[in-house]
C-alpha cells in the first residue's frame, strides 16, 4: 500500500530565496514523524505545500494518492491541519467555530452532534464551549484549533507546533492525544521542542536551511549525541579524587569530566569511547574499590547537541 | 452549494455577533433620514415619490460599502484565518462568492430598514410604488457592484484601513465618470465616442435611471457585469496571493 503521505522533491523559492530545496518523504499510517528544525528551516513553508496552501515551486506533495494541487478537495477530506499559531476566527465562540467546522466537513445531525462532543472531551473545552474565542487563554485557543483539526477523524494529521504555549500540564495532554491518535493515522507535527520528538514521535526529521539533514528514529538521533552511552554518577567529595583516578583506567573510556555539585557531592560524566559500553565496567570497578555512588546512570544521548551540531552544521557547509 | 451555504451562514452571522453590524446599520439609517428630509427638500418638493432619497444613495454607499468590504478578506489575512479556510474542503470560489452574497445580504438588510420611508411617502401621498421598487432594486445592485470592487480590493491587502481608502477611491472614480464636471473636461478633448464610454461606466448613469423607475437589461447587465469583473479578480488575487 501506497504511503498515506508522499512528498517528492518539494521546493519552494520566494524570490531569490529557497525556503524549501529538494525535500521527500514519506509517512506511513502508525508514524508520527517529528518535523525538527531551526526557525526558519523552512518547517512551516513544507507543511503548507503538504496541505496544499502553498503551491511549490517545484515537486509534488500527496495525501492518501491525492496529489494535493490537482485533487485539492478529495485530499483536504482527508486532511486536518493546525496551521502554525492556531489561527481561528476570534468573534466566535469554540461551539459556534465547531458546528461551523463539522458543517462544512459535511456532518449533520446526529452525528455532527456526537463527533463535536467527542472532540470537546478529548481536548477538554466543556468550560469554554460559550465564550468568545478571542476571550480565552493561549492553551485554550490551541486547543480548539486542534478539536478543529481532528474533528473529522483525518487518515493524515498535520500538526504545526501543537504545544506551542502551552504549560507542561497540557504539553502532557496534548501528547497523550497524539499518541492515543497514531495507531490508525499518519501524523506529522513540527516543534522546536526536542524532548517532545522523544515523548512522541516514532520517526524525526531534522530540516535545515530548506533542507532534509537527517532522517531516523528519535533513539538513533540520540545515538549520534557524543553523550551517548556515556555514564553519569555523583560521590561524596571526601571519595572524588579516588574515584577520578578509578575511572580513568577503565577500559574504552574516553574522557572523564569532573564537575562540583551542591550538597557536597562532585558528579562525574564518563565519556566512552564511540560504540563502547562502559556502563558495567563502572559498575564493577565501584563494586571492587568499594565506591559509596550517590547517582549511576547511562545517558541516553542529548538531543539538543545533535541537534545544534547538525543544523549548524549544514549552515557551514 | 452545501459548503457555499455554510460559509454564507458564517459570514453573515459574523456581522451580527460583534456590535458593528447594529452599529452600521443605525448610522446608516440615521444617514439616509437626514439626507433625505434635510438637506434634500423631501416635503418642500411637494411631490410623492423617493428620488431625493435614492438620490444620495451612491454617495452614501460610497463609504458605507467600503467600510463592510475592507474587511473581509485582510482581516482572514491578517489573523491567519487564511490558511484555516483554505484548507478545509471548499474552494476559492465557493469562498469568494459566499463571502460576497454575506455582504451584499448584510446591505439588503440594511436597506429594507429604511422602509419607513416609503411608508411615509404613502402616508403623505399617492407615490408610484413601482417606481419605488425599482429604485430599490436598481439601489442593490448598485451596491452589489461597490462590494464586489472593495472584496477585490481587500484581497490585495492584509490592512484594512488601506482596503477602505483604496476602494472609496476606485468607487468615487465609478461615480465620477458620469458627472457632467467630468465630461465636460473629457469632452473639450476626446471624442465624442469615447466621452460617453467613460460615461456609461459611471454607476450614477445606471443608477439615474433605475431610480426614474425604467429597468432597463443593459443597467441590469452592467451592474452584474461589474460584480463579475471583480469578483473574477477579486478570486485570482486571492489564488496567486493567499499565502503572502
Known amino acids: 500500500m501506497a504511503a498515506m503521505i508522499e512528498i517528492q522533491n518539494l521546493s519552494k523559492r520566494f524570490g531569490p530565496i529557497t525556503a524549501v530545496d529538494d525535500v521527500s518523504f514519506s509517512v506511513d499510517r502508525?508514524?508520527?514523524?517529528?518535523?525538527?528544525?531551526?526557525?526558519?528551516?523552512?518547517?512551516?513553508t513544507t507543511m503548507k505545500m503538504l496541505t496544499g496552501f502553498l503551491p511549490p515551486t517545484h515537486g509534488t506533495a500527496r495525501v492518501c494518492g491525492h496529489d494535493v494541487f490537482r485533487e485539492p478537495l478529495a485530499a483536504k477530506r482527508k486532511l486536518g491541519y493546525l496551521p502554525e499559531g492556531a489561527p481561528l476566527y476570534p468573534d466566535m465562540t469554540p461551539a459556534g467555530f465547531l458546528d461551523f467546522i463539522a458543517d462544512i466537513r459535511g456532518y449533520s445531525g446526529a452525528e455532527k452532534r456526537t463527533r463535536i462532543a467527542r472532540v470537546v472531551e478529548?481536548?477538554?473545552?466543556?468550560?469554554?464551549?460559550?465564550?468568545?474565542?478571542?476571550?480565552?487563554?493561549?492553551?485554550?485557543?490551541?486547543?480548539?484549533?486542534?478539536?478543529?483539526?481532528?474533528?473529522?477523524?483525518?487518515?493524515?494529521?498535520?500538526?504545526?507546533e501543537p504545544t506551542d504555549g502551552l504549560d507542561p500540564n497540557q504539553k502532557h495532554e496534548v501528547r497523550q492525544l497524539i499518541r492515543s491518535m497514531s495507531a490508525k493515522k499518519a501524523i506529522v507535527l513540527s516543534t522546536h521542542i526536542l524532548e517532545e520528538v522523544d515523548a512522541v514521535c516514532t520517526r524525526t526529521i531534522i530540516i535545515a536551511k530548506g533542507k532534509v539533514v537527517v532522517d531516523c528514529t528519535p533513539a538513533q538521533l540520540a545515538a549520534k549525541s557524543p553523550h551517548h552511552d556515556a555514564v553519569t554518577l555523583a560521590v561524596g567529595v571526601e571519595q572524588a579524587d579516588r574515584v577520578a583516578a578509578g575511572l580513568g583506567e577503565i577500559e574504552g573510556v574516553q574522557q572523564v569530566e569532573r564537575m562540583a555539585g551542591d550538597n557536597g557531592l562532585v558528579h562525574f560524566l564518563v565519556l566512552p569511547r564511540t560504540g563502547q559500553q562502559v556502563l558495567r565496567a563502572v559498575g564493577k570497578r565501584a563494586r571492587e574499590d568499594g565506591w559509596e555512588?550517590?547517582?549511576?546512570?547511562?545517558?541516553?544521548?542529548?538531543?539538543?547537541?545533535?541537534?545544534?551540531?547538525?543544523?549548524?552544521?549544514?549552515?557551514?557547509? | 452549494m452545501r459548503n457555499m451555504m455554510v460559509l454564507f451562514r458564517r459570514e453573515l452571522s459574523g456581522y451580527f455577533t460583534t456590535p458593528v453590524a447594529y452599529v452600521f446599520i443605525f448610522f446608516f439609517l440615521v444617514l439616509m433620514g437626514g439626507l433625505t428630509f434635510n438637506l434634500a427638500n423631501f416635503y418642500e418638493r411637494g411631490q410623492a415619490d423617493l428620488q431625493p432619497f435614492f438620490n444620495w444613495h451612491p454617495w452614501v454607499y460610497?463609504?458605507?460599502?467600503?467600510?463592510?468590504?475592507?474587511?473581509?478578506?485582510?482581516?482572514?489575512?491578517?489573523?491567519?484565518?487564511?490558511?484555516?479556510?483554505?484548507?478545509?474542503?471548499?474552494?476559492?470560489?465557493?469562498?469568494?462568492?459566499?463571502?460576497?452574497?454575506?455582504?451584499?445580504?448584510?446591505?439588503?438588510?440594511?436597506?429594507?430598514?429604511?422602509?419607513p420611508m416609503v411608508l411615509t411617502v404613502n402616508h403623505l401621498g399617492d407615490p408610484d410604488n413601482g417606481v419605488i421598487a425599482a429604485g430599490y432594486v436598481g439601489s442593490l445592485l448598485m451596491a452589489?457592484?461597490?462590494?464586489?470592487?472593495?472584496?477585490?480590493?481587500?484581497?490585495?491587502?492584509?490592512?484594512?484601513?488601506?482596503?477602505?481608502?483604496?476602494?472609496?477611491?476606485?468607487?468615487?472614480?465609478?461615480?465620477?465618470?458620469?458627472?457632467?464636471?467630468?465630461?465636460?473636461?473629457?469632452?473639450?478633448?476626446?471624442?465624442?465616442?469615447?466621452?460617453?464610454?467613460?460615461?456609461?461606466?459611471?454607476?450614477?448613469?445606471?443608477?439615474?435611471?433605475?431610480?426614474?423607475?425604467?429597468?432597463?437589461?443593459?443597467?441590469?447587465?452592467?451592474?452584474?457585469?461589474?460584480?463579475?469583473?471583480?469578483?473574477?479578480?477579486?478570486?485570482?488575487?486571492?489564488a496567486y496571493t493567499k499565502a503572502d
Not at chain 2, 76 to 90: A, H, K, N, Q
Not at chain 2, 92 to 107: E, R, T, Y
Not at chain 2, 192 to 210: E, K, M, P, R, Y
Request: hydrophobic share 55%; glycine share 8%; charged share 15%.
Open chain 1, 30 to 44: 502508525g508514524e508520527v514523524l517529528g518535523f525538527l528544525g531551526p526557525n526558519g528551516a523552512g518547517k512551516s
Open chain 1, 122 to 160: 478529548e481536548v477538554h473545552l466543556p468550560s469554554v464551549l460559550h465564550q468568545p474565542i478571542d476571550t480565552l487563554s493561549k492553551g485554550f485557543k490551541r486547543r480548539v484549533g486542534l478539536a478543529q483539526a481532528i474533528l473529522h477523524d483525518p487518515d493524515v494529521l498535520v500538526l504545526d
Open chain 1, 293 to 317: 555512588l550517590d547517582e549511576l546512570h547511562a545517558e541516553a544521548g542529548r538531543l539538543d547537541e545533535v541537534f545544534r551540531e547538525l543544523t549548524t552544521g549544514a549552515a557551514d557547509a
Open chain 2, 62 to 115: 460610497l463609504f458605507f460599502v467600503p467600510a463592510i468590504s475592507m474587511r473581509l478578506w485582510a482581516e482572514e489575512r491578517r489573523s491567519g484565518t487564511i490558511e484555516l479556510l483554505m484548507t478545509l474542503p471548499v474552494t476559492l470560489g465557493q469562498a469568494v462568492l459566499s463571502k460576497f452574497f454575506a455582504g451584499w445580504a448584510f446591505i439588503a438588510i440594511a436597506l429594507a430598514l429604511t422602509f
Open chain 2, 144 to 238: 452589489g457592484a461597490y462590494l464586489a470592487i472593495g472584496s477585490a480590493v481587500s484581497a490585495i491587502t492584509r490592512n484594512q484601513v488601506i482596503a477602505f481608502v483604496v476602494s472609496v477611491a476606485i468607487c468615487f472614480l465609478m461615480i465620477l465618470a458620469g458627472l457632467p464636471a467630468v465630461s465636460d473636461v473629457v469632452g473639450g478633448f476626446l471624442p465624442h465616442a469615447l466621452v460617453q464610454g467613460v460615461a456609461s461606466l459611471s454607476f450614477l448613469t445606471h443608477f439615474d435611471a433605475v431610480t426614474k423607475g425604467v429597468i432597463d437589461a443593459r443597467d441590469i447587465l452592467f451592474y452584474v457585469s461589474v460584480m463579475g469583473c471583480f469578483l473574477v479578480a477579486n478570486a485570482i488575487v486571492m
